[in-house]
């Protein structure tokens, strides 16, 4: 069984400034970790994903996560925001082959204060 | 040049009605899936196929019923419409990598 776990369902964050999106899982088979950025009437698009290697994954727009399997998270970050990265971010865990019903934690919201 | 394309992007319709989803990816994907999105955003996956093989299916009522005509289509019909029914229905594709999703259906079932 898998589950994730998305702390904060709001974030609001002054431009310029850095984030974190903290999401903790849990997974009885080998994990694959994935953030997804949902903009306003859109469908999901990847930022990052965690299949194995390094525990450091860049994705796009400048964000990056960490995996930290002692502390089963994989929180999201950025160093300096923009108003364009004003969406609902979707942290998700797959199984088997990474994929096959991924589960999703229930979104984050960041807001970026001009 | 849309990857995952759903129709239509908004359904509204009565209680007790059928209606159908369509979804079609491009990108030569052998698996497709839908996913519901609640109020609360809430996302849980419904069905998955496989090369038009279902392989995933979730505790989702009979009133659900996924087709694939090839592996380039994965269409939802749905019977007997609830209220309950309201959501924004996702279409997405993988290839053993990341999931491409749709723009989204939402559904208003009044």
Sequence with gaps: ?114 | DTAVSQTPKYLVTQMGNDKSIKCEQNLGHDTMYWYKQDSKKFLKIMFSYNNKELIINETVPNRFSPKSPDKAHLNLHINSLELGDSAVYFCASSQGGPLHFGNGTRLTVT
Excluded: M
């Excluded at chain 1, 850095?18 to 949902?38: H, I």
């Excluded at chain 1, 994954?57 to 502390?71: D, L, M, P, R, T």
């Excluded at chain 1, 609902?88 to 990474?98: L, Q």
């Design chain 1, 1 to 114: 069984a898998q589950s994730v776990t998305q702390l904060d369902s709001q974030v609001p964050v002054f431009e310029e400034a850095p984030v974190e999106l903290r999401c903790n899982y849990s997974s009885s088979v080998s994990v694959y970790l994935f953030w997804y950025v949902q903009y306003p009437n859109q469908g999901l698009q990847l930022l990052l994903k965690y299949l194995s290697g390094s525990t450091l994954v860049k994705g796009i727009n400048g964000f990056e996560a960490e995996f930290n399997k002692s502390q089963t998270s994989f929180h999201l970050r950025k160093p300096s925001v923009h108003i364009s990265d004003t969406a609902e971010y979707f942290c998700a865990v797959g199984g088997n082959f990474g994929n096959e019903k991924l589960t999703f934690g229930t979104g984050t919201r960041l807001t970026i204060i001009p």
